[in-house]
């Protein structure tokens, strides 16, 4: 079976546990096609299986990938939503981060999610990607995200008025440092932190969060996926800030933005017992008050 495995660098304190992966990778058969970059950093640090190759972009990526492993944290997985794109190759993450909602898969499962792979049993969610329609189409040929879309206001510049249409009906304007717009998937990501819900990945919403809002009576609203939402911005300062998720660019405050359910979705990797609500507990260490 051949498998992608990206990775952003490694962390030499961990180089135990990713030799352990590569060591799992031969016992379990797997042909690895390993991301060129990171490969050139841990060839002559790892003891790597002779049969793998390399990639360098997602035009590499071919339909005989089955699988894409992740080795990182959550941003790291985020990374992969460019490089597999509407290929639907479903990606696994293995948590060599911190929290990792998204790359779930600790490295003491390694062993049992690879075999999971061969066997087929493993799980493989569906999760909803948000679309950006710009009229500059400053994202390039990936203009869509796995957690959320974000406006936000320069380092220098004063708060920003953020004018949001729903199908283009007016909802509200925005006085604030900034805007999220998140999918499901995302809702456990900046939205949180930005004191928004947290929706189930099923659930066919966005989740409108506000950073730093103006009036305290401004609260995250959520709304059906099936809506087209747009937006004009006004400001002090000639520039803002638009992010797909860690992507960003610096543009100009009059440029059209609409964001909308992207027509293709992304394929995350999980164990059986790995659902959305032991993901919460563990996370979110619900449960550990000793009063409970």
Known sequence: MKIGIYSRLLDWEQKTEVQLFFDELVKQKFE???YAPFFEQIIDHIKLPANLSTFANANDLDDSIEFLVSMGGDGTLLDTVSLVRDKNIPVMGIN?????FLANISKKEVAIALEGMVKRSIVVDKRSLIHLDTSEHIFGEVPYALNEFAIHKTDTSPMIKIHTYL???FLNTY???GLIVSTPTGSTGYS????GPIVFPESGSFVIT???PHNL???PIIVPDNNVI???VEGRTDDFICALDSRRHVVKKNLQLAVKREAFTMSLVRLNENNFLKTLRDKLMWGLDSRN
């Open 32 to 34: 690895p096609v390993i």
């Open 96 to 100: 060599f981060g911190r929290l990792g």
């Open 167 to 169: 199908n283009g009906d």
């Open 175 to 177: 006085w604030a440092d």
């Open 192 to 195: 949180l932190s930005c004191n």
């Open 210 to 212: 506000p950073v730093a």
């Open 217 to 219: 009576n401004v609260r």
């Open 230 to 232: 747009s937006f004009e």
